[in-house]
C-alpha cells in the first residue's frame, strides 16, 4: 500500500530561524512529489513539484529536497516568517498510468511560527 | 488563487436528506476531482473527472455520486447523508499528472 509519512507532526519555532520538514514516501512507481502549504480555512497551495531526475527545487524561502534512492524529502524554511503559520503537506504522485496521476498525502506537518 | 469557486463555504444539513456541492473553475483545466479532508487523515479523493461527462472514483466514493455536464462544473452529491460524511471538501483542478493541483477553499460540511 502507497503510503506518506511526515515528520514532525508539529513544531513550533521562533520568527527568523530556519526550519526543515520531512517526507518519507513508500508510493511506487513513482512520479513526483509535491509539497504543499494549507493555511487555515483555506486549500492547499503548491509550492514545488519535483520529478525523479530533480533533487532540489526552490520558491523563495522555501527549498525542498529529494532523494529518489532513499525515497525521503524536506522541506527547508529559511527566515521563518509570522505567514509560514500553516499545514505542510507532502503528496507524491504515482506512475501507474493513468493520465491523473494517483497521489497519496501525508497527514502534514502543522508549523507555528512565534514572535 | 486559481480561478476555482466553491460553494456553498459552508452547510449544516440533517441525517438522510440529499447535498449537492458545487465546483466551478474558470481556467478551463480538464481534470477536477473532490476530495475529503478529516483529522487524522491525508486528503483523500472521492471522485475526479478527465473530461465532460468522464469521470471516475477515487479511493472514497461509497454514498457520493458526481456529474460533470459542462467543462466549468464539477458536482458532488451525497443522496442521502450520513454523519461520517461531516468533512471538510476541497474541490481541486489540473492540467494533468505534472501539474500542480489548483484547490478551491473548501465546503465544511456538518450532518447531523
Known amino acids: 500500500k502507497n503510503q506518506v509519512e511526515q515528520s514532525p507532526q508539529s513544531l513550533i519555532i521562533l520568527e527568523g530561524k530556519n526550519c526543515t520538514l520531512q517526507c518519507n514516501y513508500t508510493v511506487s512507481p513513482f512520479s513526483n512529489l509535491r509539497w504543499y502549504k494549507q493555511d487555515t480555512g483555506r486549500g492547499p497551495v503548491s509550492l514545488t513539484i519535483m520529478t525523479f531526475s530533480e533533487n532540489t527545487k526552490s520558491n523563495g524561502r522555501y527549498t525542498a529536497t529529494l532523494d529518489a534512492d532513499t525515497k525521503q524529502s524536506s522541506l527547508h524554511i529559511t527566515a521563518s516568517q509570522l505567514s509560514d503559520s500553516a499545514s505542510y503537506i507532502c503528496v507524491v504522485s504515482d506512475a501507474g498510468g493513468t493520465s491523473y496521476g494517483k497521489l497519496t498525502f501525508g497527514q502534514g506537518t502543522i508549523l507555528t511560527v512565534h514572535p | 488563487d486559481a480561478g476555482i469557486t466553491q460553494s456553498p463555504r459552508h452547510k449544516v444539513t440533517e441525517t438522510g436528506t440529499p447535498v449537492t456541492l458545487r465546483c466551478h473553475q474558470t481556467e478551463n483545466h480538464r481534470y477536477m476531482y473532490w476530495y475529503r479532508q478529516d483529522p487524522g487523515h491525508g486528503l483523500r479523493l472521492i471522485h475526479y473527472?478527465?473530461?465532460?461527462?468522464?469521470?471516475d472514483k477515487g479511493e472514497v466514493s461509497d454514498g457520493y455520486s458526481v456529474s460533470r455536464s459542462k467543462t466549468e462544473d464539477f458536482l458532488l452529491t451525497l443522496e442521502s447523508a450520513t454523519s461520517s460524511q461531516t468533512s471538510v471538501y476541497f474541490c481541486?483542478?489540473?492540467?494533468?499528472?505534472?501539474?500542480?493541483?489548483?484547490f478551491g477553499n473548501g465546503t465544511r460540511l456538518t450532518v447531523t
Open positions: 473527472s478527465y473530461g465532460v461527462k468522464d469521470t
Open positions: 481541486a483542478i489540473s492540467d494533468g499528472s505534472n501539474s500542480p493541483l489548483h
